[in-house]
């Protein structure tokens, strides 16, 4: 009887869960597709970083995922698959229907997509196929998720999160992630959003804050405390760049990593969030191959530039060997010599004739 009540009390939290989640639904962004249809467009704001800030920029961070879940399958593990080129495509065409955009900001909504995917999969990994102790566990394919992820899209997801090379990953991730010496605090904010309101609130001139001052703030609980260990990194980074030569100052390792003792990646600076690079952010030259074009354009170029250089040496030489020419005769008359008789010199000449 016992168990028959249980089973009923089981089945009917189960069915309730599952209202819940259809109740809820799915993130679509209606106010999105409602000004669409309308014909209206969004601007987009920028930090002087190149970073997506408000108003506006969560909004379009949160349409991306929303993009990133409607085109591309939760199975993909290698985001530069030539594959998922129509995906991608689709994703930044939405964009531009959306949102006021100009085309040399593809490359930052391509890889912010590609960061939403990843943090999808974990979410999907997390919450559906983990216990409360982080142990893979039997799951059936949530109803909620069932328009976008097919029932033999689900199958393969969560056969690859049983292999065993991928737990092994997922363990030493996640022992890694489980006790951060400087744990983030400031949620979804993110480091360009956090700096902007940190300008706003202080009503500063600046448009930027050092990557060690940004840093410290992203790591100060809601009661405005600051650990000890976060402190004492911000105070050498302080003193640090007293001492640093200007030029140091802006080597492409940052005085926080230095500090920190920790490599600093090619593809982000630390301290600064997504989307800022050391090329980017120290504002060092790029060098670009020339193409195939522009070589034998510059090579036709040199060409033309040889041919008339040795037009203008054989003018040269032909000017020059005239005026020798006339040169030579004009000395020949002049310093013609008279015939001395045989056994006097000219200087003989010259010496006995009077003083």
Known sequence: MASNQDDTHDASGSRNNVENEIKRGLTIMKSIIRARDKGEKFEVHWSVEDQLIEPNGSMLASYIGFLVRQHIPITCDNWRSPELKVGKEKIWSEIQRSFHIDESRQKYCIQLAGKRLRGFRSFFSNKFLKDEEGKFVEAER??????????????????????????????????????????????????????????????????????????????????????????????????????????????????????????????????????????????????KNPTNKEVMETLAELRAQVLELQKENARYREERRGSEAKDTSDRASINCQPKFPEGITPCQLYLSSPT
Request: glycine share 6%; proline share 5%.
């Open 142 to 287: 949530p109803m909620k998720y069932a328009e976008i992820i097919s029932a033999e899209e689900w199958d393969n997801f969560v056969a690859k999160r049983r292999n065993k090379k991928f737990h092994e990953v997922s363990d030493k991730n996640r022992k890694r992630a489980s006790k951060p010496a400087y744990p983030y605090k400031k949620g979804r904010t993110g480091y360009a959003r956090l700096q902007q309101r940190i300008l706003a609130e202080e009503k500063s001139d600046a448009t930027s804050l050092p990557e060690h001052v940004l840093w410290k703030a992203a790591r100060v609980g809601k009661d405005g405390a600051v650990v000890e260990a976060v402190q004492n990194v911000y105070d050498e980074c302080e003193t640090l760049s007293q001492t640093l030569p200007s030029t140091e100052v802006q080597d492409c390792r940052s005085l926080l990593s230095r500090v920190l003792n920790v490599p600093e990646y090619s593809g982000r600076v630390r301290g600064k969030g997504f989307g800022v690079t050391p090329s980017s952010f120290y504002k060092k030259p790029k060098t």
